[in-house]
């Protein structure tokens, strides 16, 4: 994603992940007003944005909500987030071809609910990655372990006429 974190946004997870990692036994009791800040949302929204993606049950796309207007439609799911009011909609189904002609079962979440579970992510992520080790990569936000592999230190590699062709170490 090549969106860049917006400072007020950036602030508030570096808050959290300080905390997190100072204290690692703190209970973080009152983060429920933090998913349903104006700045979060707008944040979670571009993020569903740029990830693209179908309309969900509801049948409202990104254009739909552009059209309506972004901030007042930011505005109604802070307020239902805020009252407690807020219900997802059902998964809209979709089955997509597989190589070997079987389909596969696809979940197409509604619009409002992949923005606020993104709002969601958005603050509990930094508070999980302070206790995740340095050296573990999977499910990690600009991590990968796919190109992660395991090296041997220099020491113990063969030389390099001993290795064989196409093969990595």
Known sequence: MSLSTPESVQKLQTALHDKAKEAPSFRFYALYDKVYRKDVLAFAYECCQANGGAAGVDGQTFEDIEAYGKERWLDELAQELKKRTYQPLPVRRVYIPKPDGKQRPLGVPAI??????????????????????????????????????????????????????????
Not at 129 to 147: G, M, T, V
């Open 112 to 169: 409002r609910d992949r923005t606020a579970q993104m709002a969601a992510v958005l603050v509990l992520e930094p508070i999980f990655e302070a206790d995740l080790q340095p050296e573990q990569y999977a499910y990690r936000k600009d991590r990968s372990a796919l190109p992660r592999k395991f090296r041997l230190p220099r020491k113990f590699r063969l030389p390099r006429k001993f290795r064989l062709t196409g093969a990595r170490l």
